[in-house]
């Protein structure tokens, strides 16, 4: 059957110029006999609209242009849909492109979504939020709404709200329930990932694996600020083991775990953000992996 395509393109995500990649797609898809049509994103985060349109014309792939909230965005709203997703990585951070090892360079990504396979990949919900990537509550979600209000975006703009924000972060009071386990800490944030990393390869989660059916649960605990950055840079460069459900919060640095489901209180109100977009906090978030829950083209 011949491949027919939904292209989406976010004008807004990232620092790119977006006029040559609609031109550099049709282009592409038309030599490798791909149908497309073409769809700006939506404000809304909403995709529900394209159910019909899929099933009108027998769509078989999507290729998303945008970064890794759009793609969480639209990924969410076509879950029941038996489509493929492409990525064309345009954001300012591309995690769940990265952690799939597809191409920044606009037309290496779209030969992927040309010629790559398919590969059944997990999400997970939070609160019945679907997300694609990561989840983070405490610092990193304030850098994110901070990141959001900017005028413009990018890495460095990304960093210097990391910079300011770092000065004057303070800890937040949490309670996590996984399995029979009860832990109580105050950290800085909590990250909770099915992909490795935040983006721009600044990885968070060493052990993450996109269809291993769990969690990774990163908690960077009350610490002072040097300590911070030490036991960070451990975490990022893959020295920290991960925990088995034994461990107790006690004074460590940064705790690191797996698991399929997890509850948090969040008891100080701290910020939220998923996939990198600031999201409604609560007080108690739900977590629950969706194992191979979308097919994701990837080399």
């Known amino acids: 059957m011949r491949r027919k395509a939904i292209f989406i393109i976010n004008p807004i995500s990232g620092t790119q110029t977006k006029s040559g990649i609609r031109f550099l797609v049709e282009k592409k898809l038309a030599a490798a006999n791909i149908s497309c049509v073409v769809f700006p994103s939506v404000a809304s985060g909403d995709y529900f609209f394209l159910k019909e349109i899929i099933d009108d014309q027998h769509i078989t792939d999507v290729l998303i242009a945008g970064g890794d909230g759009t793609v969480s965005q639209v990924i969410g709203s076509l879950l029941d849909v038996q489509v493929r997703f492409g990525i064309i990585p ?18 290496k990504a779209i030969d992927i979504f040309v010629k790559g396979k398919s590969v059944r990949t997990d999400g997970f919900w939070v609160n019945g939020k679907f997300a694609c990537m990561l989840c983070g509550l405490g610092f990193d979600a304030k850098v994110a709404q901070d990141f ?4 413009k975006r990018g890495l460095t703009t990304y960093i210097n709200q990391v910079i300011k924000n770092f000065f004057s972060a303070v800890t937040y009071s949490f309670k996590l329930k996984f399995g029979n386990k009860f832990i109580e800490t105050e950290a800085y944030f909590i990250c909770v990932a099915n992909s490795n990393q935040f983006g721009n390869n600044f990885t968070i989660a060493p052990q993450a694996n996109l269809s291993d059916g769990l969690l990774d649960v990163v ?11 030490i036991q960070t840079l451990i975490q990022v460069t893959g020295w920290n083991k991960l925990e088995d459900q034994t461990f107790t919060a006690g004074k460590k640095g940064v705790i690191y775990f797996q698991t399929d ?13 998923i996939d990198g977009d600031p999201a409604e906090t609560s007080n108690k978030f739900k977590f629950e992996i969706i194992p191979k829950c979308f097919s994701l083209i990837q080399p």
């Open 261 to 273: 489901k997890l509850t948090i209180y969040n008891k100080s109100d701290a910020p939220l953000h």
């Open 90 to 107: 345009c954001g300012s951070g591309n995690g769940l492109a990265l952690a799939a090892y597809i191409p920044a360079q606009p037309a």
């Open 219 to 229: 908690i960077v605990t009350n610490q002072n600020k040097i300590s911070v950055l």
């Open 148 to 151: 959001a209000n900017q005028p």
